[in-house]
């Protein structure tokens, strides 16, 4: 099994800024893709970005350049900065480990931070 530890979830204003962390143990890290997704009231959960092992990245159409997703393989940790934040970025977002070539859906979950965009 694999134990996350997420962090840095919030309520910010529009236009501002968020770091999220996951950090991961149980599992050898480095070899994982490892991403950020998030789930809206009555929405589908949906990508935000993930970053393979090797360090390329892919984000949800969504983010148009405001996201960035980064790993540290030395600390088991994946980042997600944020900013120029909406309200429609108002979300749980989770963190995910999976490995590369296999559904993201099976992969290992973590428990999910709240992000409130609002004024």
């Known amino acids: 099994q694999v134990q996350f530890v997420e962090s840095g979830g919030g309520v910010v204003q529009p236009g501002g800024s968020l770091r999220l962390s996951c950090a991961a143990s149980?599992?050898?890290?480095?070899?994982?893709?490892a991403g950020w997704y998030r789930q809206a009231p009555g929405k589908q959960r949906e990508l935000v970005a993930v970053i393979a092992s090797g360090g390329s990245a892919n984000y949800g159409d969504f983010v148009k350049g405001r996201f960035t997703i980064s790993r540290d393989n030395a600390k088991n940790t994946v980042y997600l900065q944020m900013n120029s934040l909406k309200p429609e970025d108002t979300a749980v977002y989770y963190c995910?480990?999976?490995?590369?070539?296999?559904?993201?859906?099976?992969?290992?979950w973590g428990q999910g931070t709240q992000v409130t965009v609002s004024s």
């Open positions: 995910n480990l999976h490995l590369m070539g296999t559904p993201y859906e099976k992969g290992y």
């Open positions: 149980g599992r050898i890290f480095s070899i994982y893709a």
